[in-house]
């Protein structure tokens, strides 16, 4: 079973920035396509950025595009989330997820392996 810890987090400003990781562990990194999902109080859990096993292919929800930056270093079993430019309305607890395969998505029922979340909180 694969494990999964994100770190990161924290307290920023609005339009401050954060790098988010995620260390994956008990499993062979290359094989899986990586996601970053969030989820804000009282919402549900949404989409944020997809990629796939060898980083050439990424895909992003629409709030986040242009803002946020997803990519992976499989020598470190590492993916990271870098955003830029942060809103209050990014204020969440952020999870990263795994999936073993080819295809990227943005299904939340297609990632089976979660990690725990690290909060990121963004004051105006």
């Known amino acids: 079973?694969?494990?999964?810890?994100?770190?990161?987090?924290?307290?920023?400003?609005?339009?401050?920035?954060?790098?988010?990781?995620?260390?994956?562990?008990?499993?062979?990194?290359?094989?899986?396509?990586?996601?970053?999902?969030?989820?804000?109080?009282?919402?549900?859990?949404?989409?944020?950025?997809?990629?796939?096993?060898?980083?050439?292919?990424t895909i992003y929800a629409d709030s986040v595009k242009g803002r946020f930056t997803i990519s992976r270093d499989n020598a470190k079993n590492t993916v990271y989330l870098q955003m830029n430019t942060l809103k209050p309305e990014d204020t969440a607890l952020y999870y990263c997820a795994a999936r073993q395969g080819p295809a990227i998505r943005n299904a939340e029922n297609y990632f089976p392996s979660w990690g725990q979340g690290t909060q990121v909180t963004v004051s105006s």
């Open 1 to 57: 079973q694969v494990q999964l810890v994100e770190s990161g987090g924290g307290l920023v400003q609005a339009g401050g920035s954060l790098r988010l990781s995620c260390t994956a562990s008990r499993c062979t990194f290359s094989d899986y396509v990586m996601g970053w999902f969030r989820q804000a109080p009282g919402k549900e859990r949404e989409f944020v950025a997809a990629i796939s096993r060898n980083g050439a292919a």
